[in-house]
């Protein structure tokens, strides 16, 4: 009996990360032995992990030498880094940036070298016979210059063109793009949940917040984002689909980009969706940019324009999308 192949999850407690190890447990038990990566192994997230019966090893993105140790013997590994961690880290600790660097400046510095790290210690891993990148569309490159300040964007790709680019991982590498997390609302309602707006709400005048309030007698719920909430958007339900995209994606042809949708919505649409489920009325407007969180104003607005102007994957002519994956790769 031939032995196990070796799937191996860098950042096991994360969203993306644990989706995934969720999937292959229940669905594909016997396929991998599955080890999860994570920098602190004692953590209540690591243990829930481990728990599932996934091993469990410490390794860190910014330490080489402990990635290079915690992947040795994969065959099979899905990849991502977290840029919002250090964005809103940066934000919250300004004292840590240097002359002239912001927030979105000091978090792509350290994903970069994160991604760098992640490529030459997977192009030292002599078992390895695939790799999933999770990556996205730099609007920079798609947009030739228009949309330039979305970096954690931007640094995705170019960490994507590091893995294209190392000679012994050619025939091993595929990405996917995920989609707007369907549980953003839950998990970043600051950000992404309809609000109520009841007794006292901004005047919006002029496209600018005057800060004159008014009353609101209807008492609805709001949802104001940068998009103008009439394009379509893929949407991704993360813990339901996301497992089953990398592991089709294990099982094709290497070299492809798979745009991780579950549904294509526009905004308005989810808001339906959201406001029949809940039983209560809601309304779609379109945010300015003195609503989004100082220090990232421009990065938020210039990624909604980018996406409702190019789509997400940026206008790639190549990419793929679940419903081309075919019937016996899916499940």
Avoid at 71 to 93: C, W
Avoid at 208 to 213: A, F, V, Y
Avoid at 234 to 245: E, F, I, N, T
Avoid at 297 to 304: D, G, I, M, N
Wanted: aromatic share 8%; with cysteine.
């Amino acid at each position: 009996m031939s032995e196990k192949k070796v799937l191996v999850v860098l950042g096991a407690t994360g969203t993306q990360g644990g989706a995934v190890l969720r999937y292959l447990v229940r669905h594909e038990p016997n396929k991998f032995t599955l080890r999860g990566i994570t920098r602190n192994p004692a953590s209540q997230a690591s243990r829930d992990v481990q728990a599932l019966g996934v091993d469990i090893v410490k390794a860190d993105n910014d330490d080489l030498a402990s990635l290079k140790a915690a992947l040795s013997g994969a065959t099979h590994v899905f990849a991502n880094t977290d840029s919002n961690q250090h964005i809103f880290y940066a934000m919250k600790h300004p004292e840590v940036l240097g002359p002239g660097e912001t927030p979105l400046t000091y978090a792509r510095d350290i994903e970069m070298q994160q991604g760098r790290n992640i490529v030459e210690a997977l192009a030292a891993t002599e078992s390895l016979e695939s790799v999933v990148w999770s990556t996205l569309a730099s609007p920079a490159k798609w947009s030739k210059g228009k949309y330039t300040n979305v970096t954690m964007f931007d640094a995705k790709e170019a960490i994507g063109d590091l893995f294209w680019a190392e000679e012994k991982l050619k025939g091993k590498v595929s990405m996917v793009i995920v989609g707007f997390y369907l549980t953003n609302a839950l998990k970043m309602p600051e950000l992404q949940a309809p609000k109520k707006v009841s007794l006292f709400a901004l005047d919006m005048t002029m496209g600018r917040c005057t800060n004159q309030q008014r009353q609101q007698p209807d008492g609805v719920f709001e949802l104001a984002l940068l998009s103008s909430g009439d394009v379509l958007y893929p949407h991704a339900d993360v813990d339901a689909d996301l497992g089953s995209w990398v592991s089709a994606l294990f099982q094709a042809e290497a070299g492809v980009t798979l745009v991780g949708a579950s549904e294509m919505l526009t905004w308005k649409d989810w808001l339906k969706l959201w406001a029949d489920r809940n039983g209560v009325q809601a309304r779609y407007r379109q945010a300015v940019i003195s609503e989004s969180a100082t220090g990232i104003k421009k990065a938020v607005q210039e990624e909604f324009q980018f996406v409702d102007e190019y789509g997400l994957a940026g206008g790639n002519p190549g990419v793929i999308h679940p419903a081309d994956v075919a019937a016996e790769q899916r499940y």
